[in-house]
Nanobody, 116 residues
């Protein structure tokens, strides 16, 4: 069954840190570039970071230097370590494959709220 389950969100003060986790089914994960996305209220979903199957990361300019994406190919999980969080990072965070043709149905996401 194709599945994506995100966890680890919460409420944090500006400057704080959170680590998000995503458990993905093998059919989505194996050999694929995996990504974290976020959607703030009233805005479109945007790409935050992605990582190749070999572990090479890439980041949106807005999070570069603050977020770190990683993956465990054995456990089929993708993590997002978020440091120095800002109020503008407030959003629902989702994981999925980077390329649309490999994506599964979107999971429920995990809410991140950063207070100023």
């Amino acid at each position: 069954q194709v599945q994506l389950v995100e966890s680890g969100g919460g409420l944090v003060q500006a400057g704080g840190s959170l680590t998000l986790s995503c458990a993905a089914s093998r059919s989505i994960f194996s050999g694929k570039v995996m990504a974290w996305y976020r959607q703030a209220p009233g805005k479109q979903r945007e790409l935050v970071a992605h990582i190749t199957s070999g572990g090479v990361p890439n980041y949106a300019d807005s999070v570069k230097g603050r977020f770190t994406i990683s993956r465990d190919n054995t456990k089929t999980t993708v993590n997002l370590r978020m440091n120095n969080l800002k109020p503008e990072d407030t959003a629902v965070y989702y994981c999925n494959a980077l390329l649309q043709q490999w994506r599964g149905a979107w999971g429920q996401g995990t809410q991140v709220t950063v207070s100023s």
